[in-house]
């Protein structure tokens, strides 16, 4: 059985929706208008042990609802959620033993006491045994560099500090499974590449089960052997990178620097002119299998000094299915509420 | 048990992080006393109330200032904070209880407090104001207090996470505790002692749980409690805690199923 099961789950928020003016703000002091948003539709899969999934989808696409209920935060509405033969949300002081979380947005640190202080407030919650807390500290220390600011107080310290010391603060207790919610944002690249070899450090070396939602490709590409990838509350792909590459990047690009200005080109087959900035130009070839016909035709044609051929990068092709998953949100129920 | 401990640590030298955190509460204690004081000797010189004199009036309110920072919860505010913005989640997802959690800094707060506070006052008072205060000595009210204060702790802070819990339903709770504080201020007897009350305000007083916050307490050490009476104000004041108890596990039930987390 898998590690991680999540089967047909859904989750709905009420919203009120304020009205606007004074008036109207009267009149839903009265008689508040709710909104039922379907955050989560209908979605499942499976997680196996030791595999780092990137949880992928636009800016409220129900990432983080989602996040929150593998974590036992909130309750799904409808469906269920598995891991480990444990329910998240139901036993949730035993679950959290087994996980680790990082919110890029929310500390988990006392903003006031040194970092290191918090780190032993989670050595006790946990029941770290000192031996342990002593050997991961090392270990962080070594990976993370935490000594340079352990003794700082936490509201001095800069984000990448910040962050380093949240990733410590969540590991300490050797969680089964660590769930991130853009643990890179904001940080230099430096910083950002500590963090990613921290991970796949402990992923090779425990088999901890990662979950990471983020908005950068790069760590998609250094970290997730599997994407997730939701749009509207819906599942629109589940796949490793390649098969994703596979599925939708079957457009080509080529890029042709001519020796001579031109004005007019031979007509090619399934392409279309992308830019255009002096003599280069910028060609998209539909299907892969026609890029060998286009550079013929214009190399017989025309004088040319360079040509490259590209493939369509991971950040377009993840663009590319947030826009075909779009659909109008016509799934809202709206009703009015007396209270 | 041993984390509730170092939280109740942790809080305590949170607070002595910011001088100013530790000096201005000190400065407006010391006002409040200072008003107290002053009114109530001016009360006095003008026409002395009949059957209090100005030294039992002297030791309610020294009494009381001794007491009061036991019953000023605050935990509250830090909970409804976290739920309305949504930090709540990072505290949902640690394997402790989160009723402890903040019964254990409420803890380190009343110990901040009494150092802060109770210490300088005591010496203040013993200074200036001793001839004024007649505590008389008696064991089993000294001990009968101190059951008293312990279950002052726990509905004056049971009374404040409830609000701090209302944060899921009304997001906003501070208009709401300003309610609960002022109805307390007036009920609990901190600027009126409940023996100067009419019978319909004395009537309703004792419907509510304040009285037992501040005013009994406070009039079992003065000696103005029958040992008679001690068990029917042991029973009314404990059904309160134990009351308050049952309905903030009810309300964390109903809140579980309910939670919506601020911000995404």
């Not at chain 1, 935490?146 to 700082?152: D, G, Q, R």
């Given at each position: 059985m898998a590690f991680i099961t999540v089967d047909a789950v859904s989750k709905e928020f009420k919203v009120e929706v304020k009205q606007r003016g004074v008036m109207g703000k009267l009149r839903s002091l009265v008689r508040p208008h709710i909104v039922i948003r379907q955050a989560v539709r209908n979605i499942s899969f499976s997680v196996d042990e030791g595999e780092i999934i990137g949880y992928l989808g636009p800016n409220g696409a129900g990432k983080s609802t989602m996040i929150k209920m593998l974590c036992g935060i909130l309750h799904p509405s409808s469906g269920q959620i598995r891991v480990n033969g444990c329910i998240p949300y139901i036993e949730r002081r035993k679950y959290s033993m087994a996980i680790g979380v990082v919110f890029g947005q929310r500390s988990q640190l006392w903003w006031d006491l040194p970092a290191i202080d918090s780190l032993e407030l989670y050595k006790d919650i946990y029941k770290v045994s000192a031996a342990s807390y002593k050997r991961s500290l090392d270990e962080f220390n070594e990976l993370l560099?935490?000594?340079?600011?352990?003794?700082?107080p936490v509201r001095q310290l800069s984000l990448g500090q910040r962050m380093r010391m949240e990733l410590a603060a969540a590991m300490l207790h050797h969680p089964q499974i660590l769930f991130l919610d853009e643990p890179t944002i904001g940080l230099d690249i430096m910083v950002k590449e500590k963090i990613r070899d921290f991970i796949l450090q402990w992923n090779t070396q425990r088999k901890t089960t990662v979950i990471l939602t983020t908005h950068d490709v790069i760590d998609i590409e250094r970290l997730c052997n599997r994407i997730l990838i939701i749009n509207n509350g819906e599942m629109a792909f589940d796949g490793s990178a390649k098969e994703l590459e596979q599925l939708y990047s079957r457009e080509k690009q080529i890029i042709v620097t001519f020796k001579d200005a031109i004005d007019r080109l031979p007509p090619l087959l399934h392409t279309t002119v992308q830019r255009r900035e002096g003599n280069q130009l910028c060609f998209a070839v539909e299907r892969s299998e026609d890029v060998q016909e286009v550079i013929k035709r214009i190399v017989n044609s025309y004088e040319v000094t360079d040509i490259q051929i590209r493939a369509a990068d991971l950040e377009s092709i993840i663009k590319q299915v947030y826009q075909t998953g779009k659909r109008d949100v016509a799934h809202e129920v709206v009703y009015s509420h007396f209270s | 048990m041993k984390s509730y401990i170092r939280i109740f640590h942790k809080t305590i030298s949170t607070s002595f992080v910011y001088r100013s955190n530790l000096y201005m509460p000190m400065l407006a204690y010391f006002v409040f006393v200072f008003l107290q004081y002053s009114l109530w000797s001016a009360v006095f010189a003008l026409n002395e109330p009949k059957g209090t004199t100005i030294s039992q009036m002297m030791t309610y309110i020294f009494i009381g200032m001794m007491i009061r920072f036991l019953t000023t919860a605050t935990a509250s505010d830090q909970l409804s904070q976290e739920i309305r913005e949504g930090k709540i989640e990072l505290m949902l997802i640690r394997p402790y209880n989160l009723f402890l959690f903040f019964l254990a800094k409420q803890l380190g707060r009343i110990v901040v407090d009494f150092i802060t506070k109770g210490l300088p006052l005591l010496g203040i008072s013993l200074l200036f104001l001793s001839p004024f205060i007649q505590i008389p000595y008696n064991l089993s009210n000294w001990l009968y207090f101190g059951f008293c204060c312990i279950n002052a702790v726990i509905i004056a802070f049971c009374m404040d996470y409830m609000i701090g819990l209302m944060a899921f339903w009304i997001i906003e709770t501070w208009q709401l505790r300003f309610l609960i504080q002022d109805i307390g201020n007036v009920f609990s007897g901190v600027f009126i002692p409940l023996w100067f009350f009419s019978e319909p305000f004395l009537w309703i007083a004792n419907l509510l749980p304040y009285p037992y916050l501040y005013f009994y307490p406070i009039n079992v050490l003065l000696g103005n409690v029958d040992h008679t009476s001690f068990l029917s104000l042991t029973l009314v004041g404990l059904s309160w805690s134990i009351g308050l108890l049952v309905v903030i596990m009810l309300m964390w039930h109903l809140c579980k199923s309910r939670i919506v987390i601020q911000g995404g």
């Open positions: 560099d935490l000594h340079e600011f352990a003794h700082t | -």
